[in-house]
């Protein structure tokens, strides 16, 4: 196994801290490695942890006020004077609000402005609805030139913060508010474009994004003692570009498919992974994530099994599942 | 590149030309804006902006942002004849494989600094350039200018670009409004009010002059106002009329979004050749 986990994980002494602190060390830390590196907010700076580097870099932080329009097109403008810009919102604002601006200035424009969206998801929590984005995956992979990344703790969001802040492209980082386990460590690998296999069984593959990853680990467990199901569990933290052949590899190996994250399976991720085995590999495939509905409010801690995406549902899922979809042989 | 006074009027008369041609052959883009802009492009191509068209990324440049894309006939006309490129090539706009796009796009067209048609994003662009310039890499030779249509001030973006470039005294952004009155649906005052629009900017902190849009003098004379006030940004309301030069366009919204047809398009170049060297004596009237 290449892929180091963190000792403690899955353990009592499980560490846990939400991805956008990870953020926050990440842009601090580009920051330091390029001066090119500039960080706008829109009024939400302690709160999507953008205020390491502001304290850090005070002339290279720039406060744009309850304006995300605003937020992503002086980015744009700063790219063009040879800037990399962070921006950062919550999700449902940028790019909920702006997209079209991300589109024609940011992405067809070609400028490597790093859209930066908080609070993405199902561990939003109480905010509620408006405020839990559950369809930013599926805005943001359909655009060109666009790479977008789910990191699945806050150790890798450091790693992916500091990997957009030199990829030369528009990017999409999308974060959550409340702590999530901690899987990985400073040593596990993490790179633009690359899909991790972190536990490895021949019955059917989990595919995870963003913090959905941590949950199919305990699933895998649930599936192994309880089930008799040896599952392979893929951590996919890219989503574009998708690590096609990592994925292909596995799929070939297990024959069916399951893919989870905390958003729309709509055009999400799962629907990202639909594309990829209808066109290559079509076998069985269960997506698992928001089904055509929205969030409310609530701790995280009940929402997941209210919307069936915590690892006793979505283990239920899949037992179920797995009855009748039979694994594609070549 | 800089020209006389009345070298540019006889420039933008065949920038002008050169529209209409370029529309009718093209047989698709926006007629009315490009030619009440021909006069403006032509004060800040060969006179205000300090660019190297040979050397289009000239680290030391003025920049031009085009925020109401759909004008960009009157950009491409005017860089043809800067020597950003040849004047043939003005006849592929709108054709299959051109550089020449009908919205213009960055990644094509050396010296097109940005992507623009959705309306309402290009001051917030300047005023980001502006920003890196004077507030973190502290250089005062550069301005940076940006064209917007006055339809487009609908768009809330742009109010935001305007308190923003207010709150940091954006004072090497220059501003200008194409004030032509007219709008897809008719005139701007009957699709969404946009008077008292001088009143509008100066609350947010800029600086306004007015100037005759078609009198090239006037325009250059302002952009110098402009880069003289060192305390906030400018805007430029320049009045237009939009069709300029073309009497049976002129003033009727009608051909804000449609090309002139063969019959139309020489009746056209007709007119224009009578106006030679005889724009800024006209004036269109503040």
């Not at chain 1, 706008?40 to 329009?69: K, N, W, Y």
């Not at chain 2, 010296?111 to 309306?119: K, N, R």
């Amino acid at each position: 196994m290449s892929y180091p986990l963190d000792p403690d994980f899955m353990t009592d002494a499980m560490k846990a801290e939400p991805t956008r602190a990870g953020f926050g060390r990440g842009l601090k830390a580009a920051g330091e490695a390029d001066e090119r590196v500039v960080a706008l907010c829109a009024d939400l700076t302690e709160s999507t942890q953008m205020h390491l580097f502001r304290d850090t870099f005070p002339t290279r932080f720039i406060e744009v006020g309850v304006a995300e329009q605003n937020l992503v097109t002086v980015a744009s403008g700063m790219a063009r004077a040879g800037k990399i810009p962070f921006t950062s919102s919550y999700a449902s604002f940028s790019p909920g609000r702006n997209w079209e601006q991300i589109r024609t200035t940011i992405s067809l424009n070609n400028q490597p402005v790093k859209i930066i969206g908080s609070h993405a998801g199902i561990y939003t929590g109480k905010d509620g609805a408006t405020h839990q984005m559950l369809e930013d995956i599926a805005l943001m992979r359909v655009l060109p030139n666009m790479v977008v990344i789910a990191p699945g703790d806050s150790i890798e969001a450091e790693k992916a913060t500091r990997a957009i802040a030199t990829n030369g492209m528009p990017s999409y980082l999308r974060l959550a508010r409340e702590k999530t386990p901690v899987f990985s460590t400073e040593d596990s690998p993490f790179e633009i474009g690359k899909a991790y296999v972190l536990r490895e069984g021949a019955d059917l593959a989990l595919l995870g994004t963003g913090t959905m990853t941590a949950k199919l680990m305990e699933v895998a467990e649930h599936l192994s003692k309880k089930h008799k199901l040896e599952v392979s569990v893929v951590h996919v933290p890219t989503i574009k570009p998708l690590d096609s052949e990592t994925i292909l590899s596995i799929a070939k190996k297990t024959g069916r498919i399951v893919t989870a994250e905390e958003a729309q399976i709509a055009g999400g991720f799962g629907g990202g992974i639909a594309e990829l085995l209808t066109e290559s590999l079509p076998m069985p495939l269960l997506r698992l994530g928001m089904k055509d509905r929205f969030g409310e409010s609530g701790d995280p801690a009940e929402l997941f099994p209210l919307f069936e995406l915590d690892a006793p549902s979505m283990t239920k899922a899949i037992v179920e599942w797995a009855k009748t979809a039979h694994r594609y042989h070549q | 590149m800089k020209q006389t006074l009345i070298q540019m009027e006889h420039t933008a008369t065949r920038i002008r030309k050169d529209i209409i041609t370029m529309l009718e052959h093209a047989k698709s883009g926006h007629s009315a804006g490009p030619l009440g802009l021909a006069d403006i492009f032509t004060a800040l191509y060969f006179s205000i902006l300090n660019i190297d068209p040979k050397n289009p990324d000239w680290a030391d440049r003025d920049v031009l942002f085009l925020s109401n894309g759909h004008t960009v006939p009157v950009q491409y006309a005017a860089m043809a004849e800067a020597g950003f490129f040849d004047k043939e090539e003005l006849l592929t706009l709108r054709q299959t494989g051109s550089r020449l796009q009908g919205h213009p796009e960055r990644e094509r067209l050396p010296g097109m600094e940005s992507t623009s048609g959705p309306l309402g994003s290009g001051l917030s662009q300047a005023a980001g350039y502006a920003y890196a310039l004077q507030h973190i890499d502290n250089v005062k030779h550069r301005f940076v200018y940006v064209v917007m249509g006055d339809g487009e001030l609908n768009e809330g973006n742009i109010w935001e670009a305007a308190m923003f470039a207010g709150k940091y005294k954006l004072s090497q952004l220059i501003g200008i409004i194409d004030r032509n009155n007219i709008q897809i649906d008719g005139n701007t005052e009957d699709v969404m009010p946009l008077e008292d629009l001088k009143g509008k900017w100066e609350s947010f902190g800029w600086h306004v002059v007015e100037v005759d849009g078609h009198n090239i003098e006037s325009i250059i004379d302002a952009a110098s106002q402009g880069r003289a006030v060192t305390n906030r940004p400018t805007v430029i309301i320049a009045h237009t009329i939009p069709g300029k030069g073309v009497d049976f366009m002129e003033y009727d919204y009608k051909w804000h979004g449609m090309p002139p047809n063969a019959d139309q398009a020489k009746e056209a170049l007709q007119k224009l050749r009578t106006l030679d060297g005889k724009i800024a004596h006209e004036g269109a009237g503040v």
